[in-house]
């Protein structure tokens, strides 16, 4: 049964659409709201969703998930077929993904390539990471990132990512692993004062989506970058985004 929504979060929610045709609906996330269910007793996108219900209780559902505390493009589908379509692409790696993240202490060397690191899940508890580890280990998960420096100022650095397999956590850990993690992510050695200031939370946003259309053709969808994220780009001299 759906959650019953108020109306601020029936106006939130629908203020968070950036595309929307007869197939999909495209959000801008924000920092802070959990795609689906997790630990956090709080209203999540999934639940969200039911402002967009139908009549037979008939929702969009979403078809991939952002980490909590990253922000940007999210998709749903509208349908079970459309959901379908949208995760044989997923799984056929047809779906283009580009991220932006501040990184520390600098750019990446070189500043750019290709990290081919294979992961996998450490439990701590109920807290649960990835960790690099051999291409051997019964556990292991192939992992595989592009990167490219965008602008680099003494401590800091501005990095497009783009994940070319979808693992848990694969782009904060890849940064971590070559020494250069995200800023706000403490889970993976992330700088939690820059600027003489703090990290708001994981700067890390989810800036462009492109994939296959049900309808037919390519559809790219684009979110702006937040404003905590271009305030501390501008703060490290990193330039607009």
């Known amino acids: 049964m759906s ?9 939130f929610v629908r203020g968070r659409v950036i595309f929307e045709d007869a197939d999909i609906i495209a959000f801008d996330k924000p920092a802070g709201l959990s795609s689906q269910g997790g630990r956090i007793k709080a209203a999540t996108l999934d639940d969200l969703l ?6 037979g209780g008939k929702r969009p559902r979403l078809v991939h998930r ?22 044989k692409a997923l799984a056929g790696r047809r779906v283009k993904k580009t991220y932006l993240a501040i990184v520390t202490p600098g750019a990446p060397e070189p500043p750019q390539g290709r990290i081919a690191l294979p992961l ?8 649960v990471h990835m960790a690099v580890c051999a291409d051997d280990h019964p556990d292991t998960e192939s992992a ?6 965008l602008a ?12 070319h397999t979808g693992r848990m956590h694969q782009l904060r850990s890849h940064m971590a692993a ?50 905590d994220i271009a305030g501390l780009t501008r703060r490290l001299g990193l330039g607009e985004v």
Do not use: C, Q
């Not at 959650?3 to 106006?11: G, K, N, P, Q, S």
């Not at 039911?50 to 009549?55: I, L, N, V």
């Not at 595989?144 to 420096?149: A, E, F, K, L, P």
């Open 66 to 87: 952002l980490d909590r505390d990253t922000s940007g493009v999210i998709l749903a589908a509208k349908t079970k077929p459309v959901a379908a379509f949208l995760g």
């Open 144 to 149: 595989d990132t592009g990167y490219r420096t």
């Open 3 to 11: 959650r019953i929504l108020t109306a601020d979060e029936t106006a």
């Open 152 to 163: 680099a100022s003494p401590g800091a650095a501005l990095v497009e990512l783009r994940p």
């Open 178 to 227: 070559i020494g250069r993690p995200i800023a706000g992510d403490a889970r993976y050695g992330g700088a939690l004062v820059l600027a003489d200031a703090a990290v708001p939370r994981l700067m890390l946003h989810a800036a462009a989506l492109e994939f296959p259309h049900p309808g037919g053709g390519t559809r790219r969808i684009e979110a702006p970058v937040p404003d």
């Open 120 to 127: 996998r899940r450490v439990s701590r508890g109920r807290e």
């Open 50 to 55: 039911a402002a967009f219900e139908r009549g």
